[in-house]
């Protein structure tokens, strides 16, 4: 069976702005049209339902954290249960160190009746490097056991050419690796610049992370930032994310970046052969 699958940080941060996410949102959601749909850093303020509602008809399962209590973002994974029976949806509470914004669901596809396992989290940024690398090896924990994996999501590895023991974009793959896992991902950055002059200055900090899932049934798309269309007052340098205003009085480089409850990441797509 051939599935769809997105991922998307729409940068709700907690409601740091206390103000609505974007309904257009919802828009670009129906017209992805995916079979799973994932969702980070999603905060469920006063016009959540209705932009649930319409992002999702009745097609699609949707399984949602609640861990605002825990003063962390949500996720949200949408299920289409026309093509795949859920057998169970799973979450942990990230209220200590150690655990990132997560949600798992167990699927088994109606055609060929194959089981996946498919994950969603967030890796948290405002914390040190070695529980980023903690957050990780959770993941990984959970999974060693599952023959067929998808896991996606917003992992804050920093740029491409930054380079560090603990956390990194080369720790991601090494630590993948070390636990049969491949990571695709696509060129370019999926949060600032779309295209910064030197590579070694992307920032690629969505990914898939698969397991049990052969190269030929697996198909990668470019990051995606068509949807910055849909508010130019708001995303003012094209497709960027953020510009380089030069540096203040004491020499710190100044930023304007697309604010709070607006996407500043780009949309993570493939296709996959289950």
């Known amino acids: 069976?051939?599935?769809?699958?997105?991922?998307?940080?729409?940068?709700?941060?907690?409601?740091?702005?206390?103000?609505?996410?974007?309904?257009?949102?919802?828009?670009?959601?129906?017209?992805?049209?995916?079979?799973?749909?994932?969702?980070?850093?999603?905060?469920?303020?006063?016009?959540?339902?209705?932009?649930?509602?319409?992002?999702?008809?009745?097609?699609y399962a949707i399984f949602e954290t609640s861990n605002n209590t825990a003063r962390q973002n949500d996720v949200i994974i949408a299920i289409n249960i026309s093509k795949l029976d859920v057998i169970y949806a799973k979450t942990y509470y990230p209220s200590t160190q150690g655990i990132p914004d997560y949600l798992e669901v167990k699927c088994k596809d109606k055609e060929n009746h194959k089981e996946f396992l498919f994950i969603c989290i967030r890796i948290h940024?405002?914390?040190?490097n070695d529980i980023k690398r903690q957050e990780l090896e959770r993941i990984m924990s959970?999974?060693?056991?599952?023959?067929?994996?998808?896991?996606?999501?917003?992992?804050?590895?920093?740029r491409r050419g930054y380079d560090?023991?603990?956390?990194?974009?080369?720790?991601?793959?090494?630590?993948?690796?070390?636990?049969?896992?491949?990571?695709?991902?696509?060129?370019?950055?999926?949060?600032?610049?779309?295209?910064?002059?030197?590579?070694?200055?992307?920032?690629?900090?969505?990914?898939?992370?698969?397991?049990?899932i052969k190269e030929k049934n697996f198909t990668l798309f470019p990051y995606d930032r068509d949807f910055v269309e849909n508010d130019k007052n708001i995303y003012k340098w094209n497709r960027d994310f953020q510009v380089y205003l030069g540096k203040d009085k004491t020499g710190n480089n100044m930023y304007d970046s697309v604010p709070t409850p607006f996407p500043d990441h780009a949309i993570l797509k493939c296709t996959v052969v289950i």
């Open 1 to 59: 069976m051939n599935l769809k699958i997105i991922e998307w940080n729409i940068n709700q941060r907690m409601n740091y702005s206390h103000k609505n996410m974007p309904n257009w949102i919802a828009d670009v959601i129906t017209h992805e049209a995916a079979d799973i749909i994932a969702l980070t850093e999603v905060y469920k303020g006063n016009n959540w339902n209705e932009v649930k509602t319409t992002s999702f008809n009745s097609n």
């Open 125 to 128: 940024a405002s914390v040190g």
């Open 142 to 158: 959970v999974a060693k056991d599952e023959e067929t994996v998808i896991v996606c999501g917003d992992f804050n590895n920093y």
């Open 164 to 212: 560090n023991k603990i956390w990194c974009l080369n720790e991601v793959y090494q630590i993948c690796k070390n636990n049969n896992f491949s990571v695709k991902t696509p060129n370019g950055s999926s949060i600032y610049e779309e295209k910064p002059k030197d590579p070694k200055y992307e920032f690629p900090e969505d990914h898939f992370l698969l397991k049990g």
